[in-house]
């Protein structure tokens, strides 16, 4: 890499002294790494006139090879890094807004305490999407109610309104279909009168605060509306609806080191502490009425 690296540098910077500032190495020194590859491969490998260094042939052709060399030596000091302690890595879950926002919260941050330098990235996915995204490689584990997977935790959807409201003839808000929640209330609650269909279920929570119906919502979602009296819990033979959240990956054997480490530590005896540390957490912090919606899951 030491003669690959200049190379790298010239073919995208387009001359020696841009490549070399960027080096940090003198203008000679970069030139003589250049001329080092070019003996050993036997080819000129650029260009150099008015406008800047351009690639030959040669250096053409070199150039995806070199920049496939760079990457997987990236990645194998990554792998490196994984291993020796979890200094680094990246750790990519899809799962709907219920697990993102309420049940993920407290695990991550525990995570995250012990190990600093591994990076998350939580996509609030549908259970369609998620498990896509996991055939494709686009995320390490998904979070899914589906038969299939790793028992994790058990979500239990109530049926809830404004202090006042009849159940028995107020209409339902609900998300859109082809989401988990709104699958279970037409499954559960197959006449249910949806007036207000929104996207997403901080919108329906919202809505629901101001009287304008009853929808069917995860418990620990609306936890601080229902200890407050802000929001009541209507009794029905049909509830509460539960659902198995699991998880779901490629193989014990296909998962690094860090996304591994976090799998173990979802299905570890320290997941309920680690979920009242988050919700107590969430439950301290300012509401923000710029917050960006989440789509409905």
């Given amino acids: 890499m030491d003669e690959l690296r200049p190379f790298l540098l010239v073919a995208e910077h387009h001359t020696f002294t841009a490549a070399a500032r960027r080096a ?3 203008q000679p020194a970069l030139t003589a790494a250049i001329q080092r590859l070019e003996q050993q491969l036997g ?22 090879r070199a920049q496939a060399a760079a990457a997987a030596l990236q990645e194998g000091a990554r ?7 979890l200094e680094g890595g990246e750790v990519r879950i899809g799962a709907g807004s219920t697990a993102c926002a309420h049940y993920l919260p407290g695990p991550v941050a525990e995570f995250r305490r012990l190990h600093p330098g591994v990076r998350f990235v939580l996509r609030d996915l549908a259970p369609g999407p998620a498990l896509e995204a996991l055939r494709t490689g686009a995320i390490d584990l998904a979070i899914v109610p ?16 404004a202090p006042g409201l ?3 003839t107020a209409p339902f808000i609900s998300v859109p279909r082809g989401t988990s929640t709104r699958s ?16 997403s279920l901080e919108s329906v929570r919202a809505y629901v605060l101001l009287g304008l119906g009853v929808a069917l919502i995860s418990r620990i979602m ?8 802000v929001l009541v819990e209507h009794p029905d033979r049909r509830t509460p609806v539960r659902r198995t959240l699991r998880l779901v990956h490629r193989g014990l054997d296909r998962l690094d080191p860090a996304v591994a480490a976090f799998r173990a530590q979802l299905l570890g005896p320290g997941l309920k502490t680690a979920m009242k540390v988050g919700a107590k957490r969430q439950a301290g912090a300012p509401e923000l009425t710029s917050r960006r919606r989440r789509p409905a899951r």
């Fill in 222 to 229: 609306v936890a601080p509306e229902l200890k407050a009296g």
């Fill in 184 to 199: 279970l209330l037409e499954r559960h609650f197959p006449d249910a009168d949806v007036a207000m269909e929104l996207g």
């Fill in 24 to 26: 940090g190495l003198s």
């Fill in 146 to 161: 589906e038969k299939s997977g790793e028992r994790w935790v058990v979500d239990e959807l109530v049926l809830v309104g």
């Fill in 166 to 168: 009849d159940p028995k």
């Fill in 79 to 85: 792998a490196v890094r994984q291993i020796l302690g």
């Fill in 43 to 64: 080819a000129r490998l650029f260009h150099r006139g008015r406008h800047g260094a351009e690639l030959t042939t040669a250096g053409a052709a070199l150039l995806p």
